[in-house]
């Protein structure tokens, strides 16, 4: 599924340096080879959930000569609903730690990691 958006590039045209394929795709890839045989089965059926929902959002919100920085803004909003939505909040520790230890350094989504956790804490005071 990971080939979802290089196939969206097709058409987006951002560039090898893009959204597309220096995040979201290269992203993709690497969960699904580096982290996704070393989560729980609710990590892995997480994971599934997430990648799934992401393309399903992208794929709804994308418009023909949609600009590569409303694309990227977007991709990166739906992060935080479909990370909480499938349930990250509920997911032990240990693969929260391996989610987060795939994402380099450099790239780490700073604000959209304090967003996804704010999500979790309401979630956990509201009991869900």
């Known amino acids: ?51 799934e929902c992401l393309i399903r959002n992208m794929e709804a919100g994308y418009e023909e000569a949609e600009s590569c920085q409303s694309l990227e803004r977007q991709g990166i909003n739906d992060h935080i609903s479909c990370y909480v939505d499938t349930g990250l909040c509920s997911l032990p520790f240990g693969d929260w730690l391996k ?12 604000m959209q990691a304090i967003m996804i956790g704010n999500e979790c804490i309401k979630n956990w005071f509201s009991g869900k």
């Open 1 to 51: 599924q990971c080939e979802y958006y290089l196939c969206l590039e097709e058409s987006a045209q951002c560039g090898e340096k893009g959204y597309l394929v220096d995040f979201a795709g290269k992203y993709c890839t690497r969960f699904m080879q580096v982290t996704y045989p070393r989560l729980t089965s609710n990590g892995q059926a997480w994971m599934d959930g997430v990648r």
């Open 99 to 110: 989610v987060l230890g795939t994402i380099s350094p450099i790239e780490f989504p700073f």
